[in-house]
């Protein structure tokens, strides 16, 4: 099963303020971990992907602690009580898949703000989003400035995903451009954002475009 859940904390004030608030807490952190991984099994879901777009610099310490606890529940062989709520029980869900995927989803103009050796040990790749980093079409200097602070702190370039977007001035030589410097520069791969910023009419030229580049 290739689909995961992505636990997004960019969207608004509260949801920010909520994911902050959690990661505060031991016990918090600790039932969270549990929850995500016990609704991944129960979805039949391989993994999970924490977008941590608006970091809280005090919290740096407390998300790596969440990732070392999902982890070790996704690699663990005691059992984990999965949720039983009626939102999950209609859907028929089975319980056959073992979560086991631990990705994270990184701001790249906050990467300060993150413990990145750290985030990177207990993931299995990173997601780096450098779209507000970008110039109009093929300038990828900023991506560059992004990972190089990446390998400073200890990110090997195996780990990281280039994010590439779909809207704003990106046309399909750009993504060409982006998923090239993907491909050569020794990175994992490329995160696409998102589906629906592209053409599906026109069979979505801009994330055809790069997919074909990477192959």
Same mark, same amino acid.
């Given at each position: 099963?290739?689909?995961?859940? +992505?636990?997004?904390?960019?969207?608004?004030?509260?949801?920010?303020?909520?994911?902050?608030?959690?990661?505060?807490?031991?016990?918090? +952190?600790?039932?969270?971990?549990?929850?995500?991984?016990?609704?991944?099994?129960?979805?039949n879901?391989?993994?999970?992907?924490?977008?941590?777009?608006?970091?809280?610099?005090?919290?740096?310490?407390?998300?790596?602690?969440?990732?070392?606890?999902?982890?070790?529940?996704?690699?663990?062989?005691?059992?984990?009580?999965?949720?039983?709520?009626?939102?999950?029980?209609?859907?028929?869900?089975?319980?056959?898949?073992?979560?086991?995927?631990?990705?994270?989803?990184?701001?790249?103009?906050?990467?300060?703000?993150?413990?990145?050796?750290?985030?990177?040990?207990?993931?299995?790749?990173?997601?780096?989003?450098?779209?507000?980093?970008?110039?109009?079409?093929?300038?990828?200097?900023?991506?560059?400035w992004?990972?190089?602070?990446?390998?400073?702190?200890?990110?090997?370039?195996?780990?990281?995903?280039?994010?590439?977007?779909?809207?704003?001035?990106?046309?399909t030589?750009?993504?060409?451009?982006?998923?090239?410097?993907? +491909?050569?520069?020794?990175?994992?791969?490329?995160?696409?954002?998102?589906?629906?910023?592209?053409?599906?009419?026109?069979?979505f030229?801009?994330?055809?475009?790069?997919?074909?580049?990477?192959?």
């Amino acid at each position: 099963h290739a689909a995961r859940i +992505r636990l997004d904390n960019a969207a608004d004030d509260i949801q920010q303020r909520a994911f902050n608030a959690m990661l505060s807490s031991h016990a918090a +952190r600790k039932n969270f971990a549990k929850n995500v991984v016990g609704f991944c099994k129960k979805c039949n879901l391989d993994g999970v992907d924490l977008n941590y777009q608006r970091p809280n610099k005090q919290n740096r310490d407390n998300f790596v602690d969440l990732l070392k606890r999902i982890k070790e529940l996704m690699h663990s062989l005691i059992h984990i009580e999965t949720l039983h709520s009626s939102s999950f029980n209609i859907f028929m869900f089975s319980d056959t898949a073992d979560p086991h995927t631990l990705s994270v989803t990184l701001n790249g103009g906050a990467l300060h703000k993150y413990k990145l050796k750290e985030i990177s040990k207990k993931s299995k790749f990173i997601n780096l989003m450098t779209f507000d980093l970008e110039n109009p079409k093929i300038d990828v200097i900023g991506i560059d400035w992004a990972v190089n602070i990446c390998i400073t702190e200890g990110v090997h370039l195996n780990k990281i995903n280039i994010g590439i977007a779909t809207h704003g001035s990106n046309d399909t030589r750009a993504m060409e451009v982006k998923a090239t410097y993907a +491909r050569y520069g020794g990175f994992n791969g490329i995160a696409l954002y998102s589906f629906d910023g592209d053409d599906y009419s026109k069979g979505f030229p801009l994330i055809r475009s790069a997919v074909e580049m990477l192959n």
